[in-house]
């Protein structure tokens, strides 16, 4: 299985960039690198998803370095309304099983 | 329409009564999970299943009984929880557990399960 490791927490203020790196020294060759996010009461909410290299989406970019070993989650901008649980997973090409949420970094974006 | 819902939002239940959660999404999907999460944890993975067939059960204790009727619903009946079963119980679809890439899945908002 390959665990995933993330901080447990960032600050950050309105306007800035926020880059939430995950860890990931086990992953697969066929895995792929998911990010969740998570408010208070809700179900994850899916982000970006990537295998490597870069990927950008509307609402974030995903940057992976050749070895894969980590990846990074990049919020441009962001608002008080992105204050949530991220979470990283690595996995999926070989079912469901491996798809286990790690502990999460919980962003809060301070005024 | 890319929406799971879950029924009901919120449950209280004793110890000896019998409930059941469900879980519907009529996007196609042949995958659904059932995930538990504690305040402040991450979700924990209950079970899977995929085209309509229990895949995983990730050593759940018995008083939680998952079915699926069909592909757009699934089920858990609850029967004789401990307060410890106290948790937010989220239903996940995607298209597939496996294929030539990692199917997202779309999560519905949960049940907020009380347990006294």
């Known amino acids: 299985l390959a665990k995933t490791t993330q901080p447990i927490s960032m600050d950050s203020y309105e306007g800035q960039e926020v880059n939430i790196t995950c860890s990931h020294n086990?992953?697969?060759?066929?895995?792929?690198i998911t990010w969740y996010q998570q408010f208070p009461s809700q179900g994850p909410r899916f982000i970006i998803q990537?295998?490597?290299t870069k990927v950008t989406n509307e609402v974030a970019s995903l940057f992976i370095p050749a070895d894969r070993k980590s990846s990074t989650l990049s919020l441009p901008r962001v608002s008080l309304s992105d204050t949530a649980v991220y979470y990283c997973?690595?996995?999926?090409?070989?079912?469901?099983?491996?798809?286990?949420f790690g502990t999460g970094t919980r962003l809060t974006v301070i005024p | 329409d890319t929406e799971v819902t879950q029924t009901p939002k919120h449950l209280v239940m004793g110890m000896t009564n019998k409930k059941s959660l469900k879980c519907e999404q009529h996007?196609?999907?042949?995958?659904m999970y059932w995930y538990k999460q504690k305040a402040k944890k991450p979700p924990e993975l209950m079970f899977v299943y995929s085209y309509e067939k229990l895949s995983i059960n990730e050593s759940v204790p018995s008083r939680f009984s998952p079915e699926c009727p069909n592909s757009s619903l699934l089920n858990l009946h609850l029967h004789a929880l401990q307060p410890e079963d106290s948790a937010l119980y989220l239903c996940?679809?995607?298209?597939?557990?496996?294929?030539?890439?990692?199917?997202?899945?779309?999560f519905g908002p949960g049940t907020r399960l009380t347990v006294l």
């Open positions: 997973l690595v996995g999926g090409q070989t079912g469901a099983n491996n798809l286990f």
């Open positions: 086990n992953i697969a060759t066929n895995d792929y």
């Open positions: 996007m196609g999907h042949r995958a």
């Open positions: 996940a679809s995607s298209l597939r557990t496996r294929g030539t890439s990692t199917d997202t899945q779309y």
């Open positions: 990537g295998y490597k």
